[in-house]
């Protein structure tokens, strides 16, 4: 069965650093493309990141350019989301989807079916 299962996420003060990992069991990684999305309370699921398959090419929103970096590991068939300078307003559930081919990546109206795989979530909280 195919699944993807983020981890990483968790309690952090403002200015902190989490790095978020989105592994796949059941299938692999290779020829998809993987997106981070957020979605915080009362507030739709908004897209973050996206790499493709090869890790040629990245996005970001606006709000994470120069704090968040995408990167991928294909042997261990693992996504990562560093995310550096957080600020309180980053609090949400941070999801990573699989698609194929290619990142189909917007920070907004995002539509779970537009990816083919999602994971369940992690909770990444900012907090003093």
């Known amino acids: 069965q195919a699944q993807l299962e983020e981890s990483g996420g968790g309690l952090v003060q403002p200015g902190g650093s989490l790095r978020l990992s989105c592994a796949a069991s059941?299938?692999?990684?290779?020829?998809?493309?993987i997106g981070w999305f957020r979605q915080a309370p009362g507030k739709e699921r908004a897209g973050v990141s996206c790499?493709?398959?090869?890790?040629?090419?990245?996005f970001y929103s606006d709000s994470g350019k120069g704090r968040f970096t995408i990167s991928r590991d294909n042997v261990k068939n693992t996504v990562y989301l560093q995310l550096n300078s957080l600020k309180v307003e980053d609090t949400a559930v941070y999801y990573c989807?699989?698609?194929?081919?290619?990142?189909?990546?917007?920070?907004?109206?995002?539509?779970?079916?537009?990816?083919?795989?999602w994971g369940p979530g992690t909770q990444v909280t900012v907090s003093s």
């Open positions: 989807a699989a698609r194929l081919p290619s990142c189909f990546f917007k920070t907004n109206n995002v539509r779970e079916s537009e990816y083919d795989y």
């Open positions: 059941g299938f692999t990684l290779d020829y998809y493309a």
């Open positions: 790499i493709e398959s090869d890790g040629g090419r990245t």
